[in-house]
């Protein structure tokens, strides 16, 4: 095992801690196909932080994202930690917070940190998939591995599958990326119809965690990062009168910044259409004359004239 107080730093710092050889990883990565840089680094550390299951409702002049955005952005609370653990220790590292090109989830499985479900998240036996993942890989040798018991799986359990409001599980384990609603609400691209039915959130979605029975009694825990500030319900006129730049900075720190604010503006269209919320005509208009970006204009255009269409209310 690497040193006793780095371990015992990152278990003071996370929820789960899982250690492995490096050329563990890789080489099950490459034997899977994947495709994943090479790494010199012989020690690789699998980390979990819980992170709280919290529902807040839309109104007709606020929208919610999923919930695992509520707080500070995961990406940097993660990072900061893991930060403050290695500042104490003279190992050089590379860090990896969601965003990298290494399978998290599948070092968490080789770690023993959760087992892969049905829904594509890591279940962990004491959190759940209420979990966010982190990684570091360390350049000092590894004499022993941390490899936590998963004697877990999903079973003949279906309900994520028939919960998935756009179909994107499959019963063999595997999914449609491109039909998970997750995905395609944070592409920039235009929607289809069936798309924009189905959407529900401002950014994200948490339907197959929520319906999952091994998060019954989980998302709990609540870090002091991850409390909620008020800036979980998003302002309909910020999103349309804000500049991107005014935005940002109204919003900083969230999760659900990273793809720009034009794609919660089209997000946001879809779930006033499925509330049918009409009260912003004039807003979502000037947005389309205003935007010039293919993707947006076309499906704002397309919800716009729905939302036009519909009858009006009497009194």
Same mark, same amino acid.
């Given at each position: 095992?690497?040193?006793?107080?780095?371990?015992?730093?990152?278990?003071?710092?996370?929820?789960?801690?899982?250690?492995?050889?490096?050329?563990?990883?890789?080489?099950?990565?490459?034997?899977?196909?994947?495709?994943?840089?090479?790494?010199?680094?012989?020690?690789?550390?699998?980390?979990?932080?819980?992170?709280?299951?919290?529902?807040?409702?839309? =109104?007709?002049?606020?929208?919610?994202?999923?919930?695992?955005?509520?707080?500070?952005?995961?990406?940097?609370?993660?990072?900061?930690?893991?930060?403050?653990?290695?500042?104490?220790?003279?190992?050089?590292?590379?860090?990896?917070?969601?965003?990298?090109?290494?399978?998290?989830?599948?070092?968490?499985?080789?770690?023993?940190?959760?087992?892969?479900?049905?829904?594509?998240?890591?279940?962990?036996?004491?959190?759940?998939?209420?979990?966010?993942?982190?990684?570091?890989?360390?350049?000092?040798?590894?004499?022993?591995?941390?490899?936590?018991?998963?004697?877990?799986?999903?079973? =003949?359990?279906?309900?994520?599958?028939?919960?998935?409001?756009?179909?994107?599980?499959?019963?063999?384990?595997?999914?449609?990326?491109?039909?998970?609603?997750?995905?395609?609400?944070?592409?920039?691209?235009?929607?289809? =119809?069936?798309?924009?039915?189905?959407?529900?959130?401002?950014?994200?979605?948490?339907?197959?965690?929520?319906?999952?029975?091994?998060?019954?009694?989980?998302?709990?825990?609540?870090?002091?990062?991850?409390?909620?500030?008020?800036?979980?319900?998003?302002?309909?006129?910020?999103?349309? =009168?804000?500049?991107?730049?005014?935005?940002?900075?109204?919003?900083?720190?969230?999760?659900?910044?990273?793809?720009?604010?034009?794609?919660?503006?089209?997000?946001?269209?879809?779930?006033?259409?499925?509330?049918?919320?009409?009260?912003?005509?004039?807003?979502?208009?000037?947005?389309?004359?205003?935007?010039?970006?293919?993707?947006?204009?076309?499906?704002?255009?397309?919800?716009?004239?729905?939302?036009?269409?519909?009858?009006?209310?009497?009194?």
């Amino acid at each position: 095992m690497i040193k006793q107080e780095l371990y015992q730093a990152f278990k003071n710092k996370f929820d789960v801690v899982g250690i492995i050889h490096t050329n563990r990883y890789l080489n099950e990565a490459k034997k899977m196909g994947k495709k994943v840089p090479n790494v010199i680094y012989p020690t690789m550390v699998i980390l979990g932080l819980a992170y709280p299951m919290r529902i807040i409702k839309h =109104t007709t002049s606020h929208l919610v994202p999923s919930f695992y955005t509520f707080g500070l952005d995961y990406h940097y609370v993660l990072k900061t930690r893991i930060e403050e653990v290695m500042n104490n220790f003279n190992y050089d590292y590379q860090l990896g917070v969601d965003n990298h090109p290494h399978d998290e989830r599948l070092a968490a499985q080789l770690a023993g940190v959760g087992f892969f479900a049905k829904n594509q998240l890591i279940i962990n036996k004491d959190l759940g998939s209420y979990m966010f993942l982190g990684i570091v890989f360390i350049n000092v040798e590894l004499e022993q591995e941390v490899i936590l018991n998963i004697d877990d799986d999903c079973g =003949t359990c279906r309900i994520c599958i028939d919960a998935c409001p756009t179909k994107a599980l499959y019963d063999d384990g595997k999914y449609d990326m491109e039909k998970c609603m997750s995905h395609y609400n944070q592409t920039k691209r235009e929607l289809t =119809t069936p798309e924009i039915e189905a959407n529900y959130s401002l950014f994200g979605c948490d339907i197959c965690q929520m319906v999952c029975p091994k998060n019954v009694k989980k998302g709990v825990k609540v870090y002091p990062e991850f409390e909620l500030n008020g800036k979980e319900m998003v302002s309909i006129v910020d999103l349309f =009168t804000d500049s991107e730049k005014q935005f940002k900075e109204k919003y900083a720190d969230m999760s659900y910044l990273w793809k720009g604010k034009t794609i919660l503006m089209r997000n946001a269209l879809m779930v006033m259409l499925r509330k049918k919320n009409d009260k912003y005509l004039d807003l979502i208009e000037a947005s389309i004359k205003k935007h010039e970006t293919p993707w947006y204009k076309e499906t704002a255009t397309h919800i716009f004239n729905q939302l036009k269409a519909l009858p009006k209310k009497r009194g």
